[in-house]
């Protein structure tokens, strides 16, 4: 089977995410979701509800902060283990999965995921769902050059990406390819 791991970074979201996850659903796919340890805390049942469809979920920092790689290593391991706390609570998940706002990684992030045991997990393809681009752009620059083995960045915080997201997954299915959680295209345990 043609693999790809569809992911989401900054939910969960109590609008957004549930549609997403129907979808999902509706087309037998699995994804990663890399949740912001606040929002976690504030629609929990949203976060409890990726787990219970079988999807993963991996860190994606406490607060997002726009200066995040600005922060002292301290700082990033705080954000870091508060997020993780934050999912086990609710979860009773240790998520070994993680993702740097922004994509921002330095010396300081380094440290603390590495003092931490969390796998950094990046992407091949960037769709740019939080731009400006219209949903055909967007749709477009994800699957032109889609391939086994691919992972696809979305986010899980508007209209317009679940709208594109009908659209892969119809595109998935016709092309003989399958969305699968990070870990299982990658082969690496999600929890510890």
Same mark, same amino acid.
């Given at each position: 089977?043609?693999? %790809?791991?569809?992911?989401?970074?900054?939910? *969960?979201?109590?609008?957004?995410? *549930? &549609?997403?996850?129907?979808?999902?659903?509706?087309?037998?796919?699995?994804?990663? #979701? #890399?949740?912001?340890?606040?929002?976690?805390?504030?629609?929990?049942?949203?976060?409890?509800?990726? @787990?219970?469809?079988?999807?993963? @979920?991996?860190?994606?920092?406490?607060?997002?902060?726009?200066?995040?790689?600005?922060?002292? +290593?301290? &700082?990033?391991?705080?954000?870091?283990?508060?997020?993780?706390? +934050?999912?086990?609570?609710?979860?009773?998940?240790?998520?070994?999965?993680?993702?740097?706002?922004?994509?921002?990684?330095? *010396?300081?992030?380094?440290?603390? %995921?590495?003092?931490?045991?969390?796998?950094?997990?990046?992407?091949?393809?960037?769709?740019?769902?939080?731009?400006?681009?219209?949903?055909?752009?967007?749709?477009?620059? %994800?699957?032109?050059?889609?391939? &086994?083995?691919?992972?696809?960045?979305?986010?899980?915080?508007?209209? &317009? +990406?679940?709208?594109?997201?009908?659209?892969?997954?119809?595109?998935?299915?016709?092309?003989?390819?399958?969305?699968?959680? %990070?870990?299982?295209?990658?082969?690496?345990?999600?929890?510890?």
């Amino acid at each position: 089977m043609n693999w %790809v791991a569809i992911t989401f970074d900054d939910g *969960p979201h109590p609008d957004f995410t *549930p &549609k997403i996850l129907e979808l999902l659903q509706k087309y037998n796919a699995k994804a990663s #979701f #890399f949740c912001v340890g606040q929002l976690v805390g504030q629609y929990g049942s949203v976060a409890k509800d990726i @787990i219970e469809r079988g999807h993963t @979920i991996g860190n994606h920092t406490y607060t997002h902060s726009n200066g995040f790689g600005f922060l002292s +290593t301290n &700082k990033v391991l705080l954000e870091l283990q508060k997020t993780n706390e +934050t999912i086990h609570e609710l979860t009773g998940l240790n998520t070994k999965l993680y993702r740097p706002a922004f994509g921002v990684t330095n *010396p300081n992030i380094n440290r603390a %995921v590495k003092k931490m045991n969390l796998e950094t997990i990046g992407w091949s393809i960037r769709s740019l769902d939080t731009t400006k681009r219209s949903k055909k752009a967007i749709l477009e620059r %994800v699957t032109s050059k889609l391939k &086994k083995g691919d992972i696809i960045l979305l986010h899980d915080t508007s209209e &317009k +990406t679940v709208e594109v997201l009908e659209q892969l997954l119809l595109f998935l299915h016709q092309n003989n390819m399958q969305s699968v959680s %990070v870990d299982q295209l990658l082969d690496i345990e999600a929890y510890a």
